[in-house]
């Protein structure tokens, strides 16, 4: 399980004060829950795409367990985009202003006015279940502030007060995707279920071809999608390897590589090289292009992970012992060690991947009726 930073020990203090008042107002006892119910049901996840998108098997736990349920999730607006057609959400919470600032690392960084906003707004949802996964206090006071008559996340010191549903931490090194699973031991646990995936529409998948044909990619060209960035700095592997790695593989014969560049910009060096195709789009388009890729090569990072949950095989570039708990969903993946290895090995490892025969998920097909996400 991955731990996460927590605030200074000043802050611990107060937050710990904050913590012993909620866990007064509100009630551990452990009400009984019919799954057959249409029950209300919130999920917090505030952290980044990679998260989210390790967050689907749980969501589709969810949808499988208890299914006349509504499921409400409490997430960064990126949560709406990646999740769009999969038909596992009914109701995305998403929209605070950045001066209200709620969705920080720190519940103390909001005013009180707008903690106690915060605090209305999830109790009105009138939720029977929540769920977090995160060992950080944010979380907990954001579950106790809802008020569900079941609240369910891990044992965190006084943090598990908040909690109805307290789980013993235990191996610590889960991987993501399992931590989120776990949740479901005081209903059950897990069903079998097929994995999970994303989705894309026709229309998106249409779209993407014809992106590729306009930049020339040709019918019988494999395709390698290289994504250099990642939102923190140190688990990028050097961008001078990444652009020696799209200069070999776009020599490759019938081979054709495209980089995906970040908003910011990083990753555009890549695109002056004879032979590579570049793309600076949104998310969603980011999706349908990776979903075009034979093999995809990059960081630990959202489209990595994206890549993962479409059912594309990966090149995955991993800082020392991370990828226990963040390596990406299905098979097919090759795991690096972002501090030792070389060009070469990179290279190799993509041969390896487009000389294998790829089974892959059925990403192109949203299900029938799925309704838009609604903002709360």
């Not at 998260?51 to 409400?72: E, G, I, M, N, Y």
């Not at 990642?230 to 980089?259: C, G, H, M, Q």
């Amino acid at each position: 399980m991955a731990l996460t930073v927590g605030p200074s020990y000043p802050k611990r203090l107060i937050l710990s004060i904050l913590v012993r008042l909620l866990a007064r107002n509100i009630s551990d006892a452990k009400v009984p829950i019919d799954p057959a119910a249409p029950l209300k049901i919130l999920i917090v996840e505030l952290w980044n795409i990679g998260d989210v998108v390790l967050l689907v098997p749980f969501l589709k736990q969810l949808r499988a367990k208890f299914p006349l349920s509504h499921l409400t999730l409490l997430a960064r607006p990126h949560a709406r985009t990646i999740l769009d057609g999969t038909g596992l959400i009914d109701e995305v919470i998403d929209d605070a202003s950045a001066g209200e600032n709620w969705l920080s690392l720190n519940p103390l960084d909001a005013s009180w006015p707008h903690l106690r906003k915060i605090r209305q707004r999830l109790e009105a949802g009138h939720f029977d279940l929540a769920f977090q996964n995160r060992l950080h206090i944010r979380e907990y006071v954001i579950v106790a502030m809802s008020r569900a008559s079941r609240r369910v996340g891990y044992s965190l010191g006084d943090s598990a007060g908040l909690l109805t549903d307290a789980i013993p931490v235990g191996d610590p090194n889960r991987h993501r995707s399992d931590d989120w699973l776990r949740l479901l031991e005081p209903f059950g646990g897990p069903v079998a279920l097929e994995q999970g995936s994303l989705r894309l529409s026709d229309d998106e998948q249409n779209a993407a071809a014809k992106t590729l044909e306009d930049l020339g990619l040709g019918d019988t060209e494999t395709l390698v999608g290289i994504h250099p960035g990642a939102s923190v700095v140190e688990k990028r592997w050097d961008l001078a390897s990444f652009n020696e790695t799209a200069r070999i593989l776009s020599a490759r014969p019938d081979t054709r590589v495209l980089v995906f560049v970040d908003p910011s910009g990083y990753g555009e060096s890549l695109g002056q090289i004879d032979g590579v195709i570049s793309a600076r789009v949104g998310l969603r388009d980011l999706m349908a292009l990776i979903g075009r890729c034979s093999v995809f090569v990059g960081n630990d990072s959202g489209p990595m992970h994206i890549a993962g949950a479409l059912g594309v095989p990966t090149v995955s570039i991993f800082g020392e012992g991370v990828e226990r708990w963040f390596a990406p969903m299905g098979s097919d993946h090759q795991i690096l060690g972002a501090k030792t290895v070389s060009v070469d090995t990179v290279v190799a490892a993509v041969e390896h991947a487009i000389e294998k025969p790829i089974t892959r998920q059925d990403s192109g097909k949203s299900p029938p009726s799925t309704p838009p996400l609604r903002s709360s």
